[in-house]
DNA sequence: CTTCGTCGTAACAAGAATGGTTACTTCGGA
DNA sequence: TCCGAAGTAACCATTCTTGTTACGACGAAG
């Protein structure tokens, strides 16, 4: 399906700042989340710049300048963080219309719609189960 | 996500000639599929090959060649579709490890791990819940 | 045994999404 | 005023998907 690795991202950068603000430290920078993440701070900037608009994050600039979490990560779930950053359906429907003349190509759609809507339901209800909190506690029970 | 409509085009042409057969006809043509899915008939030949590896359906060559199916629409699931035709996983990991010697770089990988096969779970059960007989059904259901 | 329609498949191009990188401007505390 | 980091534009490489053309392989029909 060409799956990116925007979630995963996301959620390694929420519980990187959650941890890092849990040892004392006021923001967390681009930078630092890049090296722990092995990728470019950019890209790190452009995902919290997304975080951000949905409220997940704020960012402060001048000198001291960095990311925090508005609330908890208790408080927010994998939902929260994918509604943020992916746009898009899971499945798309044809890229050019169906012949209308035709029964199948005439129902097709609206057929597979509701199948699909029903999938995604499902998924944003098991990303609704899981907290940002629940992945910091599964990442720190790793044996090391 | 960047999703693809490869699902779609498949239960369409699987549908397409499920139906065709039902009206008496042994095979059916990628050009004829193509007609009622408004793309290319390479586009169709090349999903149905993998459709074929999958079993689901067999090509005869020669004087009047084309597709039929290798079961009913009733033993055939979307899961069974989507196995044949979508390699990879809904959600990708990191693209570059990430940093190890960091804690959260190096438990996020098997803590995301579980969550993600969690949601693939839901997903396949989801999927094999309807058959394309149940989209055949749908899509001669909806209204013209 | 020739013809003809269709499969099988390679090759190529367009388009979009993702991710990485560089470079520059803007901010604001010290 | 200085300086570190955000904000952001621009560009590129890679990959995936889809569409398209082209051509060989096959096999039934005549």
């Known amino acids: 399906m060409s799956a990116n690795s925007r979630l995963t ?6 519980a990187w700042i959650g941890l ?4 004392g430290h006021a923001v967390a920078t681009s930078e630092q989340i890049a090296g722990s993440a092995n990728t470019n701070p950019v890209v790190i900037r452009r995902l919290l710049g997304e975080l951000r608009e949905a409220g997940l994050v704020e960012s402060r600039r001048g000198g001291g300048a960095g990311w925090s979490l508005t609330r908890d990560l208790k408080a927010m779930t994998l939902l929260d963080v994918y509604d943020a950053i992916e746009p898009g359906p899971l499945f798309a429907l044809h890229r050019a219309d169906p012949d209308q003349g035709c029964v199948i190509g005439h129902g ?5 719609q509701d199948v699909y809507a029903g999938i995604e339901c499902t998924v944003r209800q098991e990303l609704s189960k899981t907290t940002l909190e629940d992945v910091l506690q599964a990442v720190l029970a790793v044996p090391r």
Request: charged letters at 5%.
């Open 9 to 14: 991202i996301a959620a390694h950068t929420l």
């Open 108 to 112: 097709i759609q609206p057929a597979l």
């Open 20 to 23: 890092y603000q849990r040892q």
